[in-house]
């Protein structure tokens, strides 16, 4: 192994049913280095931590580890642990109801001589490291009184106080806000300084390229190559992970999407609240309209969405939909108004795990057909078949579990059960957060496309670019409130201005 390697993995071969997930795939990382793994959902990046990670059982290729003898073969996170692999996911695994040096040495607690724990030792230590670590908290309070940038920063803390020689964040901040980025991206260059190398997994490319030092490629389960990061600018990055030229995403829109102002009005909601999430607001929406909601996180998007829904049961306000006024109790009761919610937390609320690809994309369907009347099998997968080949949907078949799917391909498939039900009104909260480019670019053009025969879109997405290539209109919101609406030319400058300052109505 050369000097400042400390970790190689060579010719890592694994196959899933009807899929060759990694075929002879080579990884080297150095220490003291941040190194991306890239490519699109499906590209086997999952895959191969996994296989380092003990938690799959590759067929062929060997693993090597700076200090350990021979080759690694892990067969579980405590085996990979053992000798410095340590993993942050991208959902923190820790305990939200025991204090912060609880969650640091869980597991590994000092003892006294009359073995009990020696909360005194556990404490000062935990106050060492987490003042080494630059993460400014009373470890005596419990986890769950932080950020989830905090406790993804004490998840990281733990991992690197277990000897850590490699550190994989997987997606670790997908559901962090800039400051919170910020936080995290000191602390991974500390930890670079002290000579950890760390495998960095994102979809960000911004963030690949404010804090990495090289990047791998990987797609459809092989190696496309190894690249320091200054000698692969964005655009050819992205033309590897596609395996195609990327056109640009900002001509996708077409020519007259605009205003949708004479057309029906699908939804008119006046003075909808609920108590603690949202304030009172107004919202219209239009036929063939894609209207984007806007603002930082925790500004009230989801909120005002889940209380149009029914998943938040409104507590003041009228809500007419097609001009009759309605009362929306439950989601049930949105379904049958033709209304489908796509959530912003796939795996809580989206995906059911257990289910076939077939199972989860008929749910709505056979939800709002009634527990009375059961559809055929056969009806099922013509269903599912036509959202699997519509959606491009990769799947070994439509029975495969939804949990073996990539995330973006159970993104895909939820989209796929909204889709079935035909709905006049759509809500996708954050339908592309944690997926590849090129999915996105089709989630981006299906919008458009459902906008184009005529069916009503609010769409949410931390994203302002994404956002400003489809929608037709933004609502602004801060603190719970809606506080202002953009039409016309829609520009970043101008989407930035609104949210920090609240555009005027």
């Keep these: 192994m050369e000097d400042n390697v400390v970790l190689t993995m060579r010719g890592i071969c ?51 580890v700076d200090g350990v003898e021979g080759k690694v073969k892990n067969h579980s996170t405590l085996d990979a642990q053992n000798v410095g692999i340590s993993t942050v996911y991208q959902e923190v695994n820790l305990c939200p109801n025991l204090s912060v040096a609880e969650n640091l040495f869980i597991g590994r607690e000092p003892m006294t001589p009359f073995h009990t724990i020696d909360r005194r030792t556990m404490i000062r230590k935990a106050d060492e490291l987490t003042k080494r670590l630059d993460i400014r908290v009373d470890v005596t309070q419990n986890l769950e009184n932080y950020s989830l940038a905090i406790q993804q920063m004490i998840a990281i803390a733990r991992a690197v106080d277990t000897n850590c020689k490699v550190l994989i964040l997987d997606e670790p901040t997908s559901s962090l806000d800039d400051s919170e980025v910020e936080k995290l991206f000191r602390m991974m260059t500390s930890l670079k300084e002290q000579g950890v190398g760390i495998i960095f997994v994102t979809h960000f490319l911004e963030q690949v390229y404010a804090v990495c030092d090289r990047i791998t490629v990987l797609r459809n389960g092989t190696l496309v190559g190894e690249y320091p990061i200054a000698d692969l600018p964005r655009v050819k990055l992205v033309a590897a992970m596609m395996g195609k030229d990327f056109d640009d995403l900002a001509d996708i829109r077409p020519e007259g999407f605009t205003s949708h102002a004479d057309a029906e009005m699908v939804i008119d909601a006046k003075g909808l609240s609920h108590k603690g999430t949202i304030k009172p607001f107004d919202i219209e929406l239009h036929r063939g309209e894609v209207i984007g909601l806007t603002g930082l996180l925790g500004s009230g998007r989801s909120e005002l969405a889940r209380a149009i829904y029914g998943a938040d049961k409104a507590q003041t306000g ?65 269903i599912a078949d036509e959202y699997i080949k519509v959606l491009q ?98 520009t970043q400058e101008r989407v930035m201005s609104a949210i920090a300052g609240g555009a005027k109505e």
């Design 393 to 490: 949907i990769k799947t070994a078949s439509r029975e495969t579990p939804i949990s073996q799917l990539s995330g973006g391909n159970q993104q895909k498939a939820i989209l796929g059960r909204w889709l079935a039900t035909d709905p006049d009104f759509l809500i996708l909260d954050e339908p592309t957060r944690g997926i590849d480019i090129g999915t996105k670019t089709e989630i981006q053009k299906l919008i458009i496309q459902l906008a184009g025969e005529g069916k009503s879109v609010m769409f949410i997405s931390s994203e302002i670019e994404e956002m400003l290539r489809t929608c037709n209109r933004m609502a602004v919101l801060r603190d719970g409130a809606k506080v202002g609406e953009l039409d016309g030319e829609l």
């Design 318 to 382: 009228t809500l007419k939909v097609k001009g009759k006024e309605v009362k929306i109790n439950h989601p049930i009761d949105a379904i049958h108004l033709g209304m489908g919610m796509l959530p912003d937390d796939r795996k809580a609320e989206g995906i059911i795990g257990d289910l076939s690809v077939r199972e989860n994309i008929i749910l709505a369907l056979q939800a709002r057909m009634g527990m009375f009347k059961q559809m055929s099998r056969a009806k099922q997968e013509e």
């Design 14 to 64: 694994m196959t899933f049913p009807g899929v060759k997930a990694l075929d002879n795939v080579d990884f080297t990382l150095r220490k003291g280095e941040i190194h991306a793994l890239m490519g699109e959902n499906g590209a086997g990046k999952s895959t191969l931590i996994k296989c380092l990670t003990g938690i799959n059982d590759f067929e062929a290729g060997e693993i090597h």
